[in-house]
């Protein structure tokens, strides 16, 4: 079927709109982990920063919570990885249809192919996503267990009379 007016393209825009819905929720994603991303580098660089000046027992909570925000950096690459080949398997899906109905090529399962793995792949990235999420509390238990320590090392430093 070839293309010869501007209302015999007007479903083939319309069938377009639901991939470019999907780039822009995507983008809206994307920008969530590579924030989710600059606060893991952030948060690593100042933990390390003058490491080497504190105690050792300082040294090994930054490095068991250094090791947890290593592992959620690449955990939050690869979710920005497989987010970005949705996106691009949506932008393909949109030029193949258009391809399929200019060139009257007939592609059917290359274009439920190209769906297919783009929905796999965002939902693989959302499974990474979360992964990074549950890391995060693991590093807000690393840091809490550290605090009531500190807690109980002064309660039991003070003099009886002086507990709140």
């Known amino acids: 079927m070839m293309i010869t007016t501007v209302s015999e ?5 319309q069938t377009a709109i639901g991939p470019m819905i999907l780039v822009s929720g995507l983008g809206l994603l994307l920008l ?6 600059g606060r893991i580098i952030d948060r690593s660089r100042a933990l390390l920063d003058d490491l080497e000046s504190k105690p050792e027992s300082y040294v ?3 490095k068991s919570e250094v090791d947890i925000l290593w592992k959620r950096a690449r955990y939050i690459r690869i979710a920005i990885l497989l987010a970005s080949m ?3 398997g949506a932008s393909l899906l949109v ?4 391809l399929s109905v200019l060139g009257s090529l007939d592609i059917p399962l290359v274009m439920a192919a190209v769906f297919i793995a ?6 693989f990235s959302l499974v990474f996503f979360l992964f990074d999420v549950n890391l995060t509390l693991a590093a807000l238990r690393i840091e ?3 605090h009531n320590r500190k807690k109980v090392i002064l309660e039991t430093r003070m003099p009886t009379g002086e507990k709140q």
């Open 9 to 13: 393209l007007i479903p083939v825009l």
């Open 32 to 37: 969530t982990m590579t924030n989710r991303l």
């Open 60 to 62: 090994l909570r930054i």
């Open 86 to 88: 949705t996106c691009l």
């Open 95 to 98: 030029i193949l249809l258009f």
């Open 118 to 123: 783009s929905m796999l792949s965002l939902s």
């Open 144 to 146: 809490r267990e550290s």
